[in-house]
Structures are given as C-alpha cells and as structure tokens.
C-alpha cells in the first residue's frame, strides 16, 4: 500500500478543488479511506472516510453542501471534491487507509500519504 495524494493548489476563495488518492489496492487494510487535514499549528483532524461499497461518513458542519467524497474501486482513486473553498480550509490534506470505518482517530490509521496542500485565499 503507497497512498499518493494529488490535487491540491493555490485558489481564491469561491473556487474549486478536486483532490484525489490513489494506490490503496484491495485489501484488509485499506477498507475504509479517509480524509484528514492539518492547518498551520493545529492539530490533524479528520474529515471524512468512506468505505469499500460507498458509504461516507457525514462531513463536519462546516463543510456539509460544499465536500463531497467518491470511491472508485476499479481505479483505485477516493476522490474529495471541494467546492466553494473559504480561507479557513486552507490545510495540508492526507488520505489515510484503516480496516475500521468511520474511525476518526489517527491511530486507527495504519497507512498515510504524504500530504497534498490547499492554500485558499481571500
């Protein structure tokens, strides 16, 4: 398992962006894939996990009617789309892989990419 994430950028707020991760394969370990994400001098927090059939967990307030997350097994891609980005999302993002779905704590998750970053202007 190599989690690689890809993406992110530099956008205004208002726009765009679709983050991908890929290179979970088909295993045990890698039944549920998440979304975290780290702001400058916070700490990592979860966003979102979706598991092997499609099934997401529910986003955070402040990012319900704007994320939305999709899962393509035979592409090996999870899929965060962002729409109408605000400052107050610019965060380093990471995909992680767990055999627990909908586990929000980082220690469930044995498998991690490296990271994309999404800096959002006002």
């Known amino acids: 398992v190599q989690l690689k994430e890809s993406g992110g950028g530099s956008v205004q707020a208002g726009a765009s962006l679709r983050l991908s991760c890929t290179g979970f394969?088909?295993?045990?370990?890698?039944?549920?894939i998440a979304w975290f994400r780290q702001a400058p001098g916070k700490e990592r927090e979860f966003v979102v996990a979706i598991n092997r059939i499609g099934i997401n967990t529910i986003f955070p307030e402040s990012m319900k009617g704007r994320f939305t997350i999709s899962r393509d097994n035979a592409k090996d891609t999870v899929t965060l789309q962002m729409n109408n980005l605000r400052p107050e999302d610019t965060a380093k993002y990471y995909c992680?892989?767990?055999?627990?779905?909908?586990?929000?704590?980082?220690?469930?998750?044995?498998?991690w990419g490296q990271g994309t970053q999404v800096t959002v202007s006002s």
């Open positions: 394969g088909y295993t045990e370990s890698t039944k549920s």
């Open positions: 992680a892989a767990s055999p627990h779905f909908a586990d929000k704590t980082l220690r469930a998750y044995e498998y």
